[in-house]
């Protein structure tokens, strides 16, 4: 096999640092939820997500870099399914509200929103609009169903009709 040529040598070499430059070090696997701080705003209200209660959410698109916060697990679904969202979903997460406060979810309760469970038209109040409850079991979402009414639900069930009639009203 012939040897590569000094000029071949400085094509892959730079070929490698331009590849290395196009990476800044993450992957869409890398991200995980970002903390809630106390100055954080919602990407769709503009409202400081710490001042309202019940679960938010966080996303990550394809691509992106760092996670895109919103003040409540509804308010997040609404963006994410929309139609030039949803196909660039990387990763989303909502509270584990069976593991934190409802007044103050806590930053160490994010579980993926693909895989949890969503209680919509329940009695508990929530920052904006009405909120979507949510849980990493079926258990914990139905014992919350018992206490505040409701209708248990998975993430590929939830449709944006629905996502943005809630949003807009307080309670069922």
Known sequence: MPHPTMLQRFAIAGLILLLIGCNDGTSDTDIGPAPIG???????????????????????????????????????????????????????????????????????????????WYVSGHSRPGGMGHPLATFSTRSDAEAFKRDHGGIIERFDELELDQLTRMSHTNHP
């Open 38 to 116: 106390k100055d954080d705003i919602c990407h769709v209200c503009g409202m400081l997500i710490d001042a309202m209660p019940g679960p938010k959410g966080e996303l990550a698109l394809a691509g992106d870099s760092e996670v895109t916060k919103f003040c409540s697990a509804a308010e997040m679904l609404v963006f994410l399914l929309q139609p030039e969202n949803a196909e660039r979903i990387a990763h989303a997460w909502v509270h584990d509200m069976a593991h934190t406060d409802w007044e103050r979810p806590g930053n160490d309760a994010f579980i993926s929103a693909q895989d949890a």
